[in-house]
């Protein structure tokens, strides 16, 4: 990944993703210059119109009308949306106006900006550069076991004909495997649905505890799919760690931080 500083904000793009210049991504980082350090979640504030300040600033930093942006309300399932028409902003300023009951988009549609909330669990953006299909998925340790990433791409291929060796993915910053301590019944979920799943888990010091690595977990998965796996960029970013610059759960952080991606019509 490379950092881009635009003119108030920071954001981080794919190395593979930018180099198709028919879409646009990236992913905000905090910012101690903006209400609740530049969080973009509404869901979890009673307070939004700090938040939906923030989200203005975003859309003006990246030059997109707010009623382009497609929000989710994000409950760690496998379930896939195509998005045909934007909201008309009512996403963007209420979260309850999301689409309910959904962790991934998909979508055909120019100037649609897929969006995805993070702070430790996995955000992965899709292209598929010869069909022109973006995606976008909210993966945890849930929506990974149940297979989120791949569910994504089986529905770009229902859809609108994707060929898998086409489908380029970006999977983001998260919590990463020398931080994410989970028990033992994720680590049995993982096991019986994954044959590879011991490669994902290593043994903690606290009894019946283990590292799980969400990272290969969804890289793995993709393959597993059929995606190359020189189509896959992992951003290596740990959220814990990097504490300072992206929201992270497991450090208390009530923030999110936002993963997007739009197919831009020309000018």
């Given amino acids: 990944m490379q950092k881009i ?9 794919f190395n593979l993703l930018s180099k198709h210049r028919s879409i646009n991504h990236f992913i905000t980082t905090k910012n101690p210059n903006y209400s ?12 939004t119109e ?11 930093e990246l030059n997109i009308p707010v009623a382009n942006f497609a929000f989710q309300q994000q409950e760690h399932t496998n379930n896939v949306t195509v998005v045909e028409s934007n909201l008309r902003a009512k996403s963007f300023y209420k979260h309850s106006d999301g689409y309910p009951d959904n962790d991934a988009m998909i979508s055909a549609e120019k100037n649609i900006c897929l969006m995805i909330m993070g702070a430790d669990c996995v955000p992965i953006l899709f292209y598929d550069p010869i ?3 973006i995606g976008a998925a909210h993966a945890g340790w849930r929506g990974t076991v149940k297979n989120i ?6 529905r770009m291929q229902k859809e609108f004909g ?3 060796s086409d489908i380029i993915a970006g999977i983001g910053p998260s919590i990463g495997p020398e931080n994410y301590e989970v028990d033992e019944p994720v680590y049995n979920a993982f096991k019986k649905q994954f044959k590879y799943a011991d490669e994902l888990f290593r043994k903690t010091e606290n009894q019946g505890k283990y590292y799980l690595d969400l990272w290969s977990a969804n890289q793995m998965q993709l393959i597993a799919s059929g995606l190359k796996k020189e189509h896959i960029e992992i951003s290596g970013i740990c959220t814990f760690e990097n ?13 999110r931080f936002a993963a997007g991606i739009m197919m831009m019509k020309p000018t």
Avoid at 5 to 13: D, R, V, W
Avoid at 245 to 255: N, V
């Fill in 131 to 133: 069909k022109k299909v």
């Fill in 50 to 60: 700090p938040i939906i300040k923030n989200r203005e600033l975003l859309a003006k």
């Fill in 149 to 154: 990433a791949s569910e994504t791409i089986k």
């Fill in 36 to 47: 609740k350090s530049f969080s973009l979640s509404l869901s979890s504030v009673e307070n």
């Fill in 162 to 164: 994707c060929l898998l």
């Fill in 243 to 255: 504490n300072s610059s992206f929201f992270s759960a497991r450090k208390g952080d009530l923030g």
């Fill in 5 to 13: 500083a635009l003119k108030k904000i920071e954001i981080y793009q």
